[in-house]
Each structure stands twice: as structure tokens, then as C-alpha cells.
């Protein structure tokens, strides 16, 4: 396995490669969600390329750019292990030039990114699409693949690869769960062991509205209502209902319906993010 700093040697490494190559781009601080993309990505492809970089421009002012964990070589490690060919690692510099606040960025629709994670996070779906974008032609990778967990995420590059005609398949990958059924994430460091247990109420709320849903429950503010009482311990910043397809809210919930959450626990402050398929 080789890991690469640089863009000029990227390419050239690239430009050797025979076969397929699948793409897993990450913000590092991999964890065993990262490696079940990564376990795909590997039985699917000839060649795996994991990124890892903390993309600067998906942060906002006041966010977790500075504190976002940093642990390359245990990362590296972890990839070596799962048989990746390449760990491209670059600097800020390397990535955007001197200058990231004058870069030529792609914009999703409004329709799709004013609202939920987009609505809290302005010019962060605008940071993501960007370098997504810029990994997929440096890498010439046949599938790139990405979990489900961020969802508004995940139908936003797949919306973005069909608008720009870019040749690459996306792979959508299910959430992974710890054993108390939290979704696995890079910032769940940063929780204490307070915030944790509050924490776990996103979680219950999301597979309480499922039971509620197979009950014949379908009426979006009652499963809200029931949803808040569960996480009364939080800060909760969305509880929304979509249609998986065209990611519109929905007031009644039918076979396409996501119901997605995001709360702050209010300890150390941190956001998670969760979802179901209802």
C-alpha cells in the first residue's frame, strides 16, 4: 500500500493501475463504519483508493475543523489491513492552493440543501460537492462509495453525479451501529459518558417510530410528538420525514419515507446525526 501526499504522484500511481478502482472518500479518525465501506470497496474492486482529509471548506465558522480527530497512521494501518492500494493524504495546500476562500465551487440546488443539515450548516453541502468532485477526477475511480447514515449527503452527490454526467457509480452502504445501536461516527470521541447515554434516545426514537409505523401509525406530528419525549435529554435541532427519492418533506409516511434526525447532547455539545428507512 502506498500512501500519497501529493496530486502529481497520485495521478501517476493511478495511471498505472489495472482493473477497476473504487473510491472511499473519508475525514480520517476511520472507524469500523469507514471500514465496512472500505470491505466493499475492496470486494468489488481490483483497486481501492481511501482519501483522507479534512476538508476545510465543508466547515462553518464556528464548527470542529480545528478539534476534528487526526490519527494517520492509525488509519493507515487500518486500511493497509483491509488490502487498499492507496491512502491519498493530502495537505490543505496541496488540495486548494494558498487561497481556499477563492476556489471554484460546485452549488446543489437550494431545493435540495435549504433544509435539514443544510439549513444549520450554510456552504457546507457546497464544501462537500467540491471536493467529492475534485476526488473522482483525480482518482479516475470506477465506484465511489458512501454510507448511508449521512443521507441528505448521499442523495445530494448521487443527484450531483446525474446532473453533471460524471462516469462513476455510487455505492450507498447501510449504517453501522455499536452494540447499544448508536451510529458509528468519527466525532462520537468527543462524547462523554453522559452524553452518550443521552445520546442513545436518537437511536430509540428512530426505531420506536418504525414500530409505530408497522402499528399502522402514519401521521408524521404524532411519531414527532412521541419522538421528542423520548429525547427530552437533548437539544434537538430537526426531526424531518422525506421522500427517499426526491428528498421533499412529507406530512404522511409511505414506503419511500426517511425519517431523519439531528440533536446536540448537551455535555460537550456534539451533533449527531441519524436516520431510518420507515
Known sequence: MKIIDNISELKKEIAQLQGSIGLVPTMGALHDGHKSLIDKAVSENENVVVSI?????????NEDLDKYPRQLELDSKLCENAGVKIVFAPKVSEMYGENKNNLTLI???YGVVDKLCGKSRP????GVCSVVAKLFNLTKANKAYFGQKDAQQLFIIQKMVRDLNFDIEIVPCPIVREADNLALSSRNQY???????????ISKALFNAKEMVERGIKQTRVI????L??????DVEYIEFVDKNTFEFQEEIDENTIML??????????????????
Open 53 to 61: 482529509f479534512v476538508n476545510p471548506i465543508q466547515f462553518g465558522a
Open 123 to 126: 456552504g457546507h453541502f457546497d
Open 261 to 278: 434526525i439531528a440533536a446536540r447532547v448537551k455535555e460537550s455539545n456534539t451533533r449527531l446525526i441519524d436516520n431510518i428507512n420507515l
Open 229 to 234: 419525549k423520548i429525547m427530552e435529554e437533548l
Open 224 to 227: 414527532i410528538d412521541n419522538s
Open 107 to 109: 452549488c446543489p440546488p
Open 191 to 201: 462524547l462523554t459518558p453522559s452524553d452518550r447515554k443521552d445520546g442513545l434516545s
